[in-house]
């Protein structure tokens, strides 16, 4: 199972010049033959006000350790990539079950489900 996972992966550039080692999060599980997974980016800026679709993962949350983030950080879930899994580079941990939920209520609005 992948979904759920903080993992490290080359993450592109919004303008593709260049790319650096993030942590994301994959939002499915592998998909089709290739074993592709959609990630979301991990940022450690903290907006003064975040998006919507912005899930703040603090370092007091009890749920923290699990993540394997060493800071607090931003998941922006507007924030989307597809690559096959073999672009993982390390496995940092986990969302924790409330955090998972918090994802799909960001999602829902991101993609105006609700």
């Known amino acids: ?23 994301a999060v994959c939002l499915t599980d592998l998909i089709g033959p ?9 940022t450690s800026r903290i907006p003064a006000s975040p998006l919507k679709t912005d899930l703040v993962i603090d370092s007091s949350d009890p749920d923290f350790t699990s ?6 950080s931003t998941l922006q879930l507007h924030r989307m990539m597809t690559v096959t899994k073999s ?6 941990g986990s969302l924790s079950p409330a955090m998972q939920i918090q994802v799909q ?3 829902y609005k991101l993609f105006d489900l609700n």
């Open 87 to 92: 672009l993982l580079r390390r496995e940092l």
């Open 67 to 72: 993540t394997g983030l060493r800071v607090s």
């Open 105 to 107: 209520d960001r999602l």
């Open 1 to 23: 199972m992948t979904k759920h996972k903080v993992v490290l992966i080359q993450f592109p550039f919004d303008d593709l010049s260049s790319s650096k080692v993030r942590p």
């Open 34 to 42: 290739h074993d592709h997974i959609i990630l979301a980016f991990i």
